[in-house]
């Protein structure tokens, strides 16, 4: 993924860390993600704003203009006429710190923008996931989330990160307002573009046909080939995750034509 556009990675980001998480890679997957990569290629306009995410992660938030407390510079805002939600400085930091594998700052104009057109698009299903009733986030749900987020570090490593960007603890109100707010989000990225997604078992079979044999071939030779039966579950998950990829891509060209994002301070 080193060499993946930044706007192809955005998308993946979200679909990755949103819509498929937890699942580790499977065989066939990677074929997948390159098909992905190429409807978007075909799909795709000029656009400010990429799951890979969908979803993912590490970043699907929201802080609305008049509620954030402003600690930092606005770098953008972004409105759909009937609200408006801003992304501060501070914002771009944190989404680069809570990042698997991510460095420690100071980071870079490049890591900035980067981190900056990944929020414009969490903003934007942000908005959308406000239009509709929402139960509300309980506290497990959010402990739930703040363990996932910090597989792989120490409490103190990840509290540590959590300081570097201006949070006290895992326990900040501010901490655990983003996480609320991203579990909501998360929620209505899965209904809306999760819960229609079909898949066949001809689907199923051409895939496995098509795709998974000659890419296992080519990747073992001489190994015993799974049967369909075997990788039918797998297929069919890479497939709608595909799908879900697509259907993102989309509503994220159109969802830009309605709403307004506007660069207050370059980064």
Request: aromatic share 8%.
């Amino acid at each position: 993924m080193a060499n993946t556009p930044p706007k192809l990675n955005r998308v993946l980001n979200i679909v990755s860390s949103v819509l498929t998480r937890g699942n580790r890679l499977t065989i066939g997957q990677n074929d997948v993600k390159i098909r992905l990569k190429m409807i978007i290629r075909s799909r795709r306009r000029t656009w400010i704003g990429s799951l890979g995410v969908l979803f993912l992660v590490l970043g699907l938030t929201s802080t609305t203009v008049f509620s954030q407390k402003l600690v930092d510079k606005t770098v953008a805002t972004v409105s759909d006429g009937f609200r408006a939600e801003l992304i501060t400085l501070s914002d771009l930091r944190w989404q680069i710190a809570l990042q698997p594998n991510s460095r420690r700052g100071p980071y870079s104009s490049e890591e900035l923008n980067a981190a900056l057109q990944t929020l414009i698009d969490q903003r934007i299903f942000s908005l959308e996931a406000k239009r509709l009733p929402r139960n509300p986030v309980t506290k497990k749900e959010i402990d739930d989330e703040i363990a996932r987020v910090m597989v792989g570090l120490t409490a103190a490593e990840f509290e540590s990160r959590l300081r570097d960007v201006g949070f006290t603890s895992v326990s900040d109100l501010e901490f655990q307002r983003i996480i609320e707010d991203r579990i909501a989000t998360e929620k209505y990225v899965t209904f809306r573009f999760r819960s229609f997604i079909v898949v066949t078992a001809k689907d199923v079979e051409t895939h496995y046909r098509d795709v998974f044999v000659p890419e296992f071939r080519r990747r073992y030779p001489g190994l015993l080939m799974p049967t369909l039966e075997e990788k039918r579950a797998d297929i069919r998950n890479d497939l709608i995750e595909l799908r879900v990829a697509a259907d993102i891509q989309t509503f994220l060209d159109n969802a830009k034509q309605r709403v307004s994002v506007v660069i207050i301070s370059p980064v």
